[in-house]
């Protein structure tokens, strides 16, 4: 949301933390969740009438946020006169978002960046221009006189170079938030791939990269301005374009930048040579999807990689000596009990530092959910449950307990292997010399709240 607040230039809008809660706790909590007397929801009431802003926009990043977002625009039309709210960047189920009388429109995420629709919309607000000025606006639903409208589809923004270098300073309550979450760098939108359980493969596609230059010049601003030393690239893989990668990671060592960072990389773009000027410059963490360890099922689910692949990208993570985590897909339709068992003695043997094992989850948006839901494969649309412990396809009851059992033995496995994650931390001497330098000016900001 830092993208799309700073890009709306004098029409400043108030970023509100996104509602979401960790998987484990939503399936504890979903009942008292879904009330608006939750503590959460509190919260948000007092950030409401404390900035009393005239437009609230709402982003469902995941499928399980779904229900909350239609909170989020209920509770914003109950505690604030006049305000407008805005659901935004949707994928697939438009008239589910736009339908409730507390939504007033919903822009759509998977055909164009919805940063130009938001300006538009937002200086038609101001405006209070006609309903038909309204219809010329693309990628847009809202509704006129009982009836919903959809407007025609935009393209995507190719440059993603005329975007402005987000603005952190429109963060509320900034001081609140830890060093390390002012670091999410956007390196680029868009995949080269169309596996299709993935959202990426619905929407920013082809893949455009931001200029290294200008991405350089946003670690420069936050490493000087917040002290933060730890960086996130937020992109479907940071390795998309070898070309790019070493001209980011050049400018990161010319610059003498003192950083650490992770990022997510396709298995089959990992290469010895790229993943040591990773290393230098100052990479040190790689998550890779595994996905599965069947042939047959990476063919199902038009992965266009092999598990040898997979196999040699993870040798190259660790044999650097960078953190690697794994995510293995299980519960993945077309799935047999062979191909689970498979599934998890590969990820096994590739030795991670983390391992992940969440079920398929069916978002809406994908055309493959759309096949199972013609074949009457999906449990329900109750899109609050859709967090990835818990499987949304009809499985059959041997396999079902199979996953069910291993999820659990992987979860407290996690457990144990995040304590010997941190006491890697603590034996390497670049990580804690940069996580010592936001703590210090974490302690500063506490005092000056004093």
């Not at 629709?117 to 309903?131: A, C, Q, S």
């Amino acid at each position: 949301m830092y993208y799309s607040a700073d890009f709306m230039g004098k029409y400043r809008s108030t970023i509100i933390d996104n509602i979401e809660k960790r998987e484990e706790i939503l399936k504890k909590e979903t009942k008292s969740f879904l009330n608006l007397s939750h503590p959460k929801w509190r919260k948000m009431k007092y950030i409401l009438k404390k900035y009393n802003p005239a437009i609230v926009v709402i982003y469902p990043h995941k499928s399980y946020n779904y229900t909350s977002s239609l909170l989020a625009a209920k509770l914003a039309k109950k505690v604030l006169n006049n305000v407008t709210t805005i659901i935004w960047n949707v994928l697939g189920i438009y008239d589910y978002f736009i339908s409730p009388p507390y939504v007033d429109f919903v822009i759509k995420g998977n055909y164009g960046d919805t940063e130009y629709i938001t300006l538009k919309l937002v200086k038609h607000i101001k405006g209070m221009k006609k309903t038909y000025e309204l219809k010329k606006i693309p990628n847009l639903s809202f509704k006129n006189k009982g009836k919903i409208i959809h407007t025609n589809v935009r393209t995507l923004l190719e440059d993603l170079n005329k975007y402005p270098i987000p603005n952190r300073d429109l963060t509320i309550e900034k001081n609140y938030y830890p060093r390390f979450s002012f670091g999410w760098v956007e390196g680029g939108r868009g995949c080269k791939y169309k596996c299709n359980y993935c959202r990426a493969s619905t929407y920013y596609f082809p893949p455009r990269l931001i200029d290294p230059k200008i991405i350089i010049e946003e670690i420069m601003n936050v490493y000087t301005k917040y002290h933060t030393r730890e960086f996130y690239f937020y992109m479907p893989s940071f390795t998309l374009s070898h070309k790019w990668v070493k001209k980011v990671c050049n400018l990161i060592i010319r610059n003498k930048l003192d950083i650490i960072f992770s990022c997510y990389a396709n298995p089959k773009e990992i290469t010895k040579e790229i993943v040591k000027v990773m290393k230098r410059a100052g990479c040190i963490h790689i998550g890779i999807g595994v996905e599965s360890g069947s042939e047959k099922v990476l063919k199902l689910m038009n992965r266009v990689i092999s598990k040898d692949e997979v196999k040699r990208a993870a040798e190259i993570i660790k044999n650097e000596g960078i953190f690697l985590s794994t995510s293995t897909i299980i519960g993945y339709p077309f799935e047999n009990l062979e191909d689970a068992i498979s599934s998890f003695l590969f990820t096994l043997d590739l030795r991670a530092d983390m391992m992940t094992f969440p079920f398929f989850i069916p978002h809406p948006e994908l055309s493959l959910t759309t096949r199972l839901r013609d074949n009457k494969l999906i449990k329900d649309n109750n899109y609050y449950q859709y967090y990835s412990s818990e499987p949304k396809v009809k499985l059959n009851k041997k396999l079902l307990k199979y996953l069910k059992e291993k999820q659990m033995i992987f979860n407290k496995l996690a457990y144990q292997m995040n304590l010997l994650m941190i006491k890697k931390y603590t034996l390497n001497p670049k990580i804690m010399k940069n996580k010592l330098i936001e703590k210090f000016y974490d302690v500063i900001l506490i005092l000056d709240r004093g």
